[in-house]
Nanobody, 125 residues
Framework: QVELVESGGGLVQAGGSLRLSCAAS????????MAWFRQAPGKERAFVAI????????NYADSVKGRFTISRDNAKNTVDLQMISLKPEDTGVYYC??????????????????WGQGTQVTVSS
């Protein structure tokens, strides 16, 4: 069992930056694939970024490549999402998620076992 708590959301102008952080409880954090998803109003939850257990492999949705960076610190049980050059279409609730097995690499929300409560990111034009 792991509890995830996101922080760092807020309101920012287009072109600005935000850094989201997700703190995890438990002693097995390094055994989970970690990812960020987002959900815009009226839309389904969508994959944003994923990072491997060691942090050595990452993958991103095409819409955020080159602008977002996911990182993790297994000693601190945290996973961050650095977002730059933000666009209005990046607006949504951002969720941190943990996957117990390799199925999480698919980016399918249903294959993630644990979720945070979400943090709102609003990008104004």
């Amino acid at each position: 069992q792991v509890e995830l708590v996101e922080s760092g959301g807020g309101l920012v102008q287009a072109g600005g930056s935000l850094r989201l952080s997700c703190a995890a409880s438990g002693r097995t954090f390094s055994s989970y694939l970690m990812a960020w998803f987002r959900q815009a109003p009226g839309k389904e939850r969508a994959f944003v970024a994923i990072i491997s257990r060691s942090g050595g492999i990452t993958n991103y949705a095409d819409s955020v490549k080159g602008r977002f960076t996911i990182s993790r610190d297994n000693a601190k049980n945290t996973v961050d999402l650095q977002m730059i050059s933000l666009k209005p279409e990046d607006t949504g609730v951002y969720y941190c998620a943990a996957s117990v097995d390799g199925g999480g690499w698919s980016g399918r929300p249903t294959l993630y076992n644990y979720w945070g409560q979400g943090t709102q990111v609003t990008v104004s034009s």
